[in-house]
């Protein structure tokens, strides 16, 4: 998708939006976008709350106790956005009802629904940690919405950490919990962790773009996911499984 963005990063600060001194449809992408992101970081938080009743080893205890504690400070740093911008809490998470019964918010969903054993644990940290890395590292890092930009930089940093945990334990799973367990597992959490990118060529992505809120479509960020994981599955003896063509994507 080319297309010429509006707005360079950085530029666009709270105060821009609530003054009216930009394009109306600019806030209401922002607001969506912000909208779905936090609800991203809340829903991966309250995942990590719910696997510390159920993990039985004591290194993925620890670790999903730290990637909790990180989780919630990034869901608040985004709805601390945008509170500034004039949307509560609540008002965003309603504003996301439809999208949870969403392909694109299955991985989160099942995560915060579902009490994960040790091995769904590593599954939900490759399906929403290596996915958030890509999504803030390329879309949001850079955003024409300063305050964003500036969360993502600071959230940047502990999901290159949660990135290098689901890695190192994906190398060590195959091992652990035998190739055949692991390979059902990537099979159920893979098509959840590719439609996290959300369809591709939507008109809200297409705003995103033009305002400088998002770099990529969601069809590029998820073939980049798609490269990183086949080189980390590689690293770790696996195989990745084959999906079908085109989202929603499912198990050929
Ligand atoms: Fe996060
Ligand atoms: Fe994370």
Redesign the pocket.
């Known amino acids: 998708m080319t297309q010429r963005c509006q707005y360079p990063p950085g530029s666009i600060e709270a105060a821009d939006v609530t003054h009216d001194r930009i394009d109306p449809h600019y806030g209401k992408t922002l607001k969506r976008l912000l909208a779905a992101h936090a609800i991203a970081e809340k829903l ?1 938080a309250i995942g990590y709350e719910r696997s510390l009743g159920k993990l039985t080893d004591a290194v993925l205890r620890y670790r999903a106790e730290k ?1 909790l504690g ?2 919630r400070k ?1 869901a608040q740093l985004i709805y601390r956005a945008l509170a500034q911008i004039g949307v509560s809490q609540d008002a965003a998470d309603r504003s996301m009802t439809p999208a949870m019964s969403a392909p694109s918010f299955a991985a989160p969903v099942r995560f915060a629904r579902h009490a994960v054993d040790d091995l769904e644990l590593v599954m939900a940290s490759v399906s ?2 290596m996915t ?1 890395l890509i999504m803030i590292g390329i879309n949001y890092r850079e955003s024409s919405y300063a305050p964003h930009a500036r969360a993502a930089e600071m959230i940047l940093g ?2 290159e950490d ?1 990135e290098m945990f689901a890695a190192t334990e994906l190398r060590d799973a195959a091992t652990r919990f035998g190739c055949k367990r692991v390979n059902a597992a990537l099979c159920e959490w893979l098509p959840r962790a590719i439609n996290f990118f959300g369809p591709p060529g939507t008109g809200f992505t297409y705003d995103c773009i033009r305002f400088g809120l998002k770099a990529r479509d969601n069809e590029e960020l998820g073939e980049i996911y798609l490269s990183l994981l086949e080189r980390r599955l590689d690293q770790a003896g696996l195989q990745m499984p084959r999906l079908t063509a085109g989202y929603p994507y499912a198990i050929a």
């Open positions: 991966t990637n990180e989780e990034h929403l940690d958030g502990e999901e949660h």
